[in-house]
Structures are given as structure tokens and as C-alpha cells.
């Protein structure tokens, strides 16, 4: 089992850019999640979807939208990329509420 | 929405010796309370959770402690070793009855001195 994937590893926008972050998991999990990780600010929800086919806003999700594909595939797009965006971006996914895995990371940069 | 706080930001000890992380939460509904260790460029890693039906909770050298009336847990890591050595974020779930995702403290940056 590859667990949660993301990709890109790294990404360099110009601000005004759209770009989409892809997250997949083949654990058959329920729900999936985004997060950002700033220094000093801990992991922060950008959006979540608790089963197939619903998407909810989290604590930032401003300047963000989200699509649940399907079961394993959950993407993050920056429709107009700004620098305050700069960050590595997290996802993860639970078979129940709590037990949350998360992928590698995407580390990107707004200039 | 939650909130949680976590104490200290940083936490030097010595190689052997004890290590404490406290965090607080205000959402008295929340039910679930996970650690987290996260090695420099790296993805965070679960190393142990609590749910709020039990108040202590044992790994080898780590363990979680709960005090749902005075809403703060902790985590406590026993003879210390040079790979504890890491950033650690406690967080919490479960108040908003749903899969709302977690609400993270701001880490613990462990250092473990030899």
C-alpha cells in the first residue's frame, strides 16, 4: 500500500497562477482532508470532505477550492495564487472521525 | 471553533532524562486527542492518542494523560533518546460530531542533548 500520495513535491508559482494539488489514498478511507503548515503555526484544516461526494470549509479556506473526485482522489486548487499562500500543504484521510494519515507534503512557494 | 494551546514551544533535555508537553482545548465536546511527532521536512506521524472515555494511556516510553474537567492533556516521554528528537503537535477532534478534521496546537520543538 502506497498510503496517502501528493503530488507535486515542490511548486514555484508567480502570483495570479492556478495550480492544483493532487492527493490520493488507496486505504479505503472515508474522509479526507487539507491542511496547510506555516512556521510556528502548527497545521492549520483548509477543507475537508467526510465521505464521497460532500466538501466542507475549514478554519482557512479562503483563496481555495476543493473536489472529491471519487473515494481515493481528494484535490486542493489556487485559483489565483498568492504569496500569503506560500506554505506546505498537507493531506490526509481517516477510515473513521479521528485516526488521520497524511502524505508527504507539497512544499510551495508564491513569488 | 476548537482551540488549542500547547506548552512549551521549546523543550530541551538531556539524553535519559523526562520530557513533558502540555496542551489545553476549549471545545468541552471534543472526544478525541491525538500527538503527533514531525521530523524536519517530513510528514507529521501519529505516535499516540486518547479518547476521552479513558484518562491515561501507555506506549512503551510515551504516554497520554487526560483531564477532561480541566480540558488539557499531555504527553510524557520517558528515557529520552537522541531520535525523540523532533517537533510535536498535540491536537483535537471530535466536537463538531462529525469527520470536521483536527485542531492542531502550534508544536513542541524537542531537543534532546546528549
Known amino acids: 500500500n502506497a498510503g496517502v500520495t501528493q503530488t507535486p513535491k515542490f511548486q514555484v508559482l508567480k502570483t495570479g497562477q492556478s495550480m492544483t494539488l493532487q492527493c490520493a489514498q488507496d486505504m479505503n478511507h472515508n474522509s479526507m482532508y487539507w491542511y496547510r503548515q506555516d512556521p510556528g503555526m502548527g497545521l492549520r484544516l483548509i477543507y475537508y470532505s467526510a465521505s464521497e461526494g460532500t466538501t466542507d470549509k475549514g478554519e482557512v479556506p479562503n483563496g481555495y477550492n476543493v473536489s472529491r473526485l471519487n473515494k481515493r482522489e481528494f484535490s486542493l486548487r489556487l485559483e489565483s495564487a498568492a504569496p500569503s499562500q506560500t506554505s506546505v500543504y498537507f493531506c490526509a484521510s481517516s477510515y473513521r472521525v479521528d485516526e488521520q494519515y497524511f502524505g508527504p507534503g507539497t512544499r510551495l512557494t508564491v513569488t | ?114
Open chain 2, 1 to 114: 471553533g476548537e482551540n488549542v494551546e500547547q506548552h512549551p514551544s521549546t523543550l530541551s533535555v538531556q539524553e535519559g532524562d523526562s520530557a513533558v508537553i502540555k496542551c489545553t482545548y476549549s471545545d468541552s465536546a471534543s472526544n478525541y486527542f491525538p500527538w503527533y511527532k514531525q521530523e524536519l521536512g517530513k510528514r507529521p506521524q501519529l505516535i499516540i492518542d486518547i479518547r476521552s472515555n479513558v484518562g491515561e494511556k501507555k506506549d512503551q516510553r510515551i504516554a497520554v494523560t487526560l483531564n477532561k474537567t480541566a480540558k488539557h492533556f499531555s504527553l510524557h516521554i520517558t528515557e529520552t533518546q537522541p531520535e525523540d528528537s523532533a517537533v510535536y503537535f498535540c491536537a483535537a477532534s471530535g466536537g463538531g460530531g462529525g469527520a470536521d478534521g483536527l485542531t492542531f496546537g502550534k508544536g513542541t520543538h524537542l531537543i534532546i542533548q546528549p
